[in-house]
């Protein structure tokens, strides 16, 4: 198999690009080179799809099997290139996201829930981040017909991880002491390893299948409790998860995903675990336990460039994303407070 990836190099665009090479397959990548080296093994094109000359070379670089598009965010650009790419493989499969279910979060989503509204030709101010995946959808399916494939993910974890959820989970165990631990441990999560979502993607287009896939892993694969043990477990056993209810966060204004993955259970927050993935699950995915993808999450994390690659010129801190180590301070002491009280 031919393969082109737009992107390749970051997360999960890399590892679509490790798993195909894991599977013999021929890959191209197209990207601008800025972020971080593509993998070995790989024909890299420089460029930008922004760039119509750039998106005319990169065709000439063709045919493939199939088009991975991990990073269109812009429903014009990405019409641009499945324009420019339109005869030059026999699937396009894009990477959309859950958001594109306007539902969600606030209930149950599947394949089957409404899309928000958008449009093919909408620019970067034409809507969030949600109607701008289902402008990017609109475009591919357009360029494409009958030879389309959307996959919309949910929170999705794992290696090469730069989205500093998980990562900043693994990070702060590893520093020890009280941590503050949001909600409850019983409470469930769903969560897809990015490694999951790679070969279920390549799966479907090896079976020169189409259609759209919601793809947020297997129901209640974990809890919170199970999730921050294993973080945990990873660093040393060094943090004390310290249980704080959630009218405890929302009366000190800690706000959604201020604690990475935290969320309220409530209002339209009360199904963010609860999309379904039956369809794909039916199709064949398969999703490997959480607590390996933490293992193996901590072994890049803290292996030689794994705290720069996930976190940057932030490394060093918290600023990046989650809370300060004042503000954790007294969010444990208002809840000793509460349940002392």
């Not at 093994?41 to 990169?58: K, M």
């Not at 989970?169 to 490694?195: N, S």
């Not at 993955?261 to 039956?278: H, I, N, R, T, Y």
């Not at 933490?294 to 690659?309: C, M, P, Q, Y």
Request: proline content about 6%; overall charge negative; hydrophobic content about 40%.
């Amino acid at each position: 198999m031919r393969l082109l990836v737009i992107g390749g190099s970051v997360f999960l665009g890399r590892t679509f690009v490790q798993e195909a090479l894991r599977r013999g397959w021929e890959v191209t990548t197209f990207n601008r080179g800025r972020t971080q080296s593509d993998p070995e093994g790989v024909h890299a094109v420089r460029g930008d799809r922004e760039n119509e000359a750039d998106l005319a070379r990169l065709a000439e670089a063709g045919p493939w099997d199939a088009i991975v598009d991990v990073c269109g965010y812009v429903p014009r650009v990405v019409g641009a290139s499945v324009e420019a790419l339109a005869g030059s493989a026999s699937t396009y499969l894009f990477i959309s996201s859950i958001n594109a279910r306007p539902g969600w979060p606030a209930e149950p989503v599947d394949e089957t829930s409404p899309r928000h509204e958008s449009s093919p030709d909408a620019g970067p101010d034409d809507g969030d981040y949600g109607k701008l995946k289902v402008g990017c959808e609109m475009a591919v399916e357009q360029g494409f017909p009958g030879r389309t494939l959307i996959v919309e993910p949910g929170l999705i974890i794992g290696p090469h991880d730069r989205a500093r959820r998980l990562t900043w989970w693994l990070r702060r165990a590893a520093e020890g002491g009280r941590m503050v631990a949001p909600g409850g441990p019983e409470r469930e999560m769903q969560l897809i390893d990015a490694r999951d979502l790679a070969i279920f993607g390549l799966d479907r287009i090896e079976a020169e299948d189409s259609g759209d896939y919601l793809v947020s892993g297997t129901p209640a694969n974990t809890t919170w409790g199970e999730f921050l043990g294993a973080c945990v477990a990873e660093t040393g056993g060094k943090a004390e998860p310290v249980w704080v209810d959630d009218a405890v966060l929302t009366e000190h204004e800690v706000a959604v995903w201020e604690l990475p993955l935290w969320s309220p259970e409530k209002g339209d927050l009360s199904a963010v675990w609860k999309p379904s993935s039956a369809k794909a699950v039916a199709a064949g995915l398969c999703c490997r336990p959480v607590a390996e993808s933490i293992h193996d999450t901590a072994v890049w994390l803290f292996g030689e460039g794994g705290l720069d690659e996930a976190f940057g010129e932030a490394r060093t801190g918290r600023e990046a994303r989650g809370i300060t180590p004042e503000r954790e301070r007294a969010l444990l002491a208002a809840a000793d407070a509460a349940q002392a009280g």
